[in-house]
């Protein structure tokens, strides 16, 4: 009877030590990142796309640090001077998922501004001669013709659009040509032997009569440019 009293007692006696241990111990370490709180960047005010963030668009807000995602920005250093890839709302987080350097908005098509009822279209060129052979930029505007045949035979060209405006120059990599030459100009000795300059798509800006007349040009494959004012 006594060694099942003593048995009883050190049980109980272990049970209370565990109880203490996790009441005073445990407990506290596991709700203590619970309640842990950081402070995160959010706007002041509503922006739209492109827009690049400044330090008077930034207040901090103070959040609950369980669970917060490292994507979401909590130092100035890491959001001044990015641009906004989307809508971004008065105090909703930033997150480095949705801001990008400027260069990096520019390269990837979300800085051209288009007025409305202007469209952005790639058109495959037939010719490298009918690209300019390698002359052609971004910032360019082009007449575009087009050849006719008539029943003797006789080939007559016809202006078919005017002053066109050219984003971009690509070649069959797709890696356009503008780049193609700031990478050049970074070479010390100014020769960069496997790059591509042969145009073989152009990114224009044109209104609805206009893209419907090149996509005929193009599915024809019956079309040359010519330079009428070069890129800046």
Excluded: W
């Amino acid at each position: 009877m006594q060694k099942i009293l003593k048995n009883k007692l050190f049980i109980g006696t272990a049970c209370l030590v565990l109880a203490a241990v996790l009441s005073f111990v445990l407990l506290p370490k596991m709700y203590e990142g619970e309640t842990a709180t950081a402070n995160v960047l959010v706007l002041n005010q509503t922006v739209d796309e492109g827009t690049e963030i400044t330090e008077n668009l930034l207040a901090t807000a103070e959040v609950g640090a369980f669970g917060l995602s490292g994507a979401v920005a909590t130092d100035k250093e890491q959001v001044i001077g990015m641009v906004a890839t989307s809508t971004i709302f008065e105090g909703e987080y930033l997150t480095k998922n949705r801001l990008v350097s400027a260069e990096e908005y520019e390269n990837s098509g979300h800085g051209t501004s288009l007025e409305f009822g202007e469209f952005l279209l790639t058109l495959k060129l037939p010719s490298t001669s009918a690209g300019l052979a390698g002359v052609l930029r971004g910032g360019a505007f082009v007449d575009v013709y087009t050849t006719t045949e008539n029943e003797n035979g006789a080939i007559a060209s016809e202006k078919a659009l005017s002053e066109i405006s050219v984003k971009q120059v690509l070649n069959s990599k797709l890696e356009s040509l503008d780049d193609l030459d700031e990478s050049l100009a970074e070479e010390s000795d100014g020769v960069k032997d496997d790059a591509d300059y042969v145009p073989v798509y152009i990114v224009v800006t044109v209104d609805e009569t206009q893209a419907k007349t090149l996509i005929a040009l193009e599915k024809a494959e019956n079309f040359h440019l010519t330079l009428i004012k070069a890129g800046d």
